[in-house]
């Protein structure tokens, strides 16, 4: 099915662990995006890459790292997790040609125990 | 700098109409939209509006755009309990491809 998935749905880590949030579009859209969601600051930007192997930081990419080999994958690692990382992470996907904005993966809710 | 603000929460009776503000702050705005987020999952988009227009109606939503205010809003009418969720306004401007999401209007529906 087309779409944009995103896995693990939920993840439970222990601090100084690395985990790899994984997220696959089938559209072929040029750019993505990694969010993070916390209550009291909406939508923060991570990370996001324009095209494949083009990648570049948004507002909070401290202690996450991101590549995209292929157009279709765009995992983000937490290289050593850290309670404050405790989120829910969104992935997005788009193509700037069109008008109809973003689209949005389920999420990942990680837990930093 | 480019900046978009929402209040964050609305309450509504069942029936009424809800009216959800967004104001952003860089009048090279291309395309604005309204994205909703139901408890547990991702945004969903449900319009968008092109800069050069002032109305667009979908059904139960009208969105309103006062580009010289650069305020947007959103109003569903005859709001039912299914429409109890965040919603975020969201602004692309002309020299990015990056949209910038306000911090969401959480709505609540009371009977």
């Known amino acids: 099915d087309a779409g944009i998935t995103q896995s693990p749905r939920y993840k439970i880590t222990e601090t100084g662990r690395q985990v790899t949030l994984m997220c696959h579009q089938t559209w072929s859209h040029s750019y993505m995006f990694w969010y993070r969601q916390d209550l009291g600051h909406g939508l923060r930007l991570i990370y996001y890459s324009a095209a494949a192997d083009i990648t570049d930081k948004g507002e909070v990419p401290d202690g996450y790292v991101v590549s995209r080999s292929k157009t279709e994958n765009f995992p983000l690692t937490l290289e050593s997790a850290t309670r404050s990382q405790t989120s829910v992470y969104f992935c997005?996907?788009?193509?700037?040609?069109?008008?109809?904005?973003?689209?949005f993966g389920s999420g990942t809710r990680l837990t930093v125990v | 700098g480019e900046d978009v603000e929402q209040s964050l929460f609305l309450s509504v009776r069942e029936g009424d109409s809800s009216v959800i503000n967004c104001t952003y702050t860089?009048?090279?705005?291309?395309?604005l939209y309204w994205y909703k987020q139901e408890p547990g999952a991702g945004l969903q988009l449900l319009t968008y509006i092109f800069s050069n227009m002032d109305m667009k109606q979908d059904q139960r939503l009208t969105v309103l755009l006062n580009k010289k205010d650069k305020h947007l809003s959103l109003r569903i009418a005859d709001t039912q309990t299914g429409d109890s969720a965040i919603y975020f306004c969201a602004v692309r401007y002309s020299s990015a491809s990056k949209i910038i999401f306000g911090s969401g209007t959480r709505l609540s529906i009371r009977p």
């Open positions: 860089d009048s090279s705005s291309t395309y």
């Open positions: 997005a996907s788009s193509d700037p040609g069109q008008p109809d904005g973003y689209t």
